[in-house]
């Protein structure tokens, strides 16, 4: 089958390639038709090195299609079912599950490092365990999640990562407040899903903070009240919160420098909600000092920080009420010569419907 292949980290262009196997089918693993898939940052840190991840390996973790075919003991689902890729299953049984923080569950990482693919010249692995850049991958039962006749292909894939993350980290982590001020640094589709996120909480003051322009431009549409590139931050915090900082600040990008500035525009006693996934070397540092006296809240938000299945179904009632916007982030799609090309590729005939940039 044809998938899209990164051969060693650090390069930025895709090989597609016709001569990938899906491999590891068997007692409870299914596998998938991939017939829609999401880009989301992570894919391009992991490509670029700063989250870990072996080569050559195929990216992709925000995907939907339909079963093929099932192993022995799933249950639950047969060939032919609608789902969409969990690249974060909860295994039920390890303590973070038994807490109720089933996004904590670390059952998903122990298959990230089994290769899920292979090629005539060898192994290949699926980021995070998946690999959706591909017509057809095996996973494990937990990973497919089924969804209702009347979501989309193209909806299901951006739930499956981009949007349970943003909407739940203003939901869920944050659990932003009625009338509340927000600033959110990073607009891609992640911030996109926490702004309309922070919209549904009722915020009444949303700033998107982004250095392209054509981003902030998309933050007004899906629900900012005002956009601003980063060295105009410090002036709507004059402006909208008489510079005292805004009660929940959220950091989509991923770098410490951009952590900082989060934390400083946050005022006292505020929420700095930290959803970037970042780099091991890249530190974050406070002082004891401000830690104690300004009291700001620190909150980490990993994949929307609540039970992803719940989230999965809040994001699709949220949906069809007309509350949020998914349909409109599909086309919210920034290029990436290297990787949208390939991608373009397999976009035809039975292979992947789309690419959305998150």
């Known amino acids: ?53 072996p080569a050559p390996f195929i990216p992709g973790h925000e995907g939907a299609g339909e079963v093929v075919d099932v192993g022995d003991g799933v249950t639950g689902l047969s060939a032919g079912d609608r789902v969409l890729v969990c690249w974060l299953p909860a295994c039920g049984d ?27 010249g060898g192994d290949v692995f699926g980021f995070a365990g998946t690999g ?39 939901i869920n982590t944050a659990q932003v407040e009625a009338g509340s001020s927000v600033a959110v640094i990073g607009c891609g589709g992640v911030g996109i899903s926490t702004i309309q996120g922070a919209r549904v909480q009722g915020a009444a003051q949303i700033v998107a903070v982004d250095p392209v322009a054509s981003r902030r431009e998309a933050a007004l549409r899906f629900g900012a009240t005002e956009a601003v590139a980063p060295d105009e931050l ?11 900082g805004f009660d929940y600040v959220f ?25 970037g996934a970042g780099a091991m070397d890249d530190t974050f540092q406070v002082n004891m000092f401000e830690l104690f006296f300004d009291e700001k809240r620190i909150l980490p938000s990993m ?3 609540g039970d992803v299945l719940r989230s999965y179904e809040r994001a699709i009632a949220l949906w069809r009420a007309g509350r949020i916007d998914l349909e409109s982030m599909i086309t919210h799609r920034v290029r990436l010569d290297g990787i949208n090309d390939a991608l373009d590729q397999m976009r035809t005939g039975e292979a992947l419907r789309t690419c959305i940039e998150l």
């Not at 930025?12 to 940052?41: N, S, W, Y």
């Not at 390890?94 to 005539?120: D, E, I, V, W």
């Not at 959706?132 to 990562?161: K, M, Q, Y």
């Not at 709507?236 to 510079?243: D, E, F, H, L």
């Open 1 to 53: 089958m044809r998938a899209a292949v990164l051969h060693e980290i650090g390069q930025e262009k895709l090989e597609v390639l016709d001569d990938v196997e899906a491999v590891g089918f068997g007692p409870g693993k299914v596998r998938l038709r991939i017939r829609a898939t999401g880009l989301c940052h992570s894919d391009v840190s992991a490509m670029s090195g700063v989250l870990p991840q």
């Open 132 to 170: 959706t850049f591909t017509e057809e991958v095996v996973v494990g039962a937990g990973c497919a999640v089924p969804i209702p006749d009347d979501v989309p292909f193209e909806i299901a894939a951006l739930i499956g990562c981009g949007v349970t993350t943003g909407l739940g980290a203003a």
């Open 94 to 120: 390890c303590p973070s599950c038994k807490r109720g923080q089933t996004h904590l569950c670390l059952a998903g990482f122990m298959n990230a490092g089994t290769p899920n693919f292979k090629r005539p």
């Open 251 to 275: 950091e989509v990008v991923g770098k410490s420098a951009t952590a900082r500035t989060a934390y400083e525009t946050t005022r006292r006693g505020g929420t700095l909600c930290v959803v």
């Open 303 to 305: 994949y929307g920080g």
């Open 234 to 244: 410090a002036d709507a915090k004059q402006r909208i919160t008489g510079g005292e």
